[in-house]
């Protein structure tokens, strides 16, 4: 078994012998730190809006980051797992399944060793760090992946359960912009969820013969058309999910007016 001495040795000696961190030219710079900028954007919104304890439900919309609500203290209860005793935000109870499941993911993966860890920082650039320092460590704990995705699947029933909902009002089925709104989330998050590479995985694994599964096999086809997509899908569920949390919270505290459309 190689030591961690051993790794380090053959990592480095591995490396191409150039003295410049890069020969690249281009500005390879620019997709480690946008994606750095928004990922620390999405972070620290999505913080704030968990650690408040109100503002987050507008009949008929909850939002995203706090459903299923599952507390005696929420401000719409989905169903009630916990008694007044719980006095804390109910994001708590189902805001670290998301988090693990994209800090997991495949893509965010790449994109924070490359945007955060520098490690490295794009094709062909040197990490600053002396030595490799990415997945070693994680590896491990980043294999929990498919397990958060089983249980996503869970949380996105409630999802598009809340979607329902937001064509439902008091006189009946109507579409307003925040319908539209909770559309946009649910179908960014459905093709974020459907091209995972564990989903491809859950329906094209555990068989030898595709012959023999014509539905499992036309299924893996589709998933893994989504797949080539993972990236984009990635960052467009996670810029709608905080969309999502500001309309609502727009919403409760009556600084604008949820537009009928039909
Ligand atoms: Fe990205 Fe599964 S690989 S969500």
Redesign the pocket.
Known sequence: MLTADDRARIQSKARAAIDKATLRTDPWWAYPLSILGFLGIALVYSTWAGLQTSGYFAEPYISPLFSPCLAANCEHVTFRLLGPWFTLTPFLLVGWLPIL??M?????RKAYYRAALMSPPACAVNEPAPRYNGETKLLIFQNL?RYF?YLMVVNMGFLAWDTFKAFQFEDGFHVNVGSLVFLVMIVTMSL??L?????RHAIGGHTNLFSKAPLRYRSWKFVSKLNKN?GPF?IASLFWIPITDIYVRLLAADVITDIRLF
């Open positions: 499941f994209r997991t993911c495949y893509y965010y992946h995705f974020y969820m091209s995972c590479h564990s989903c993972h990635a």
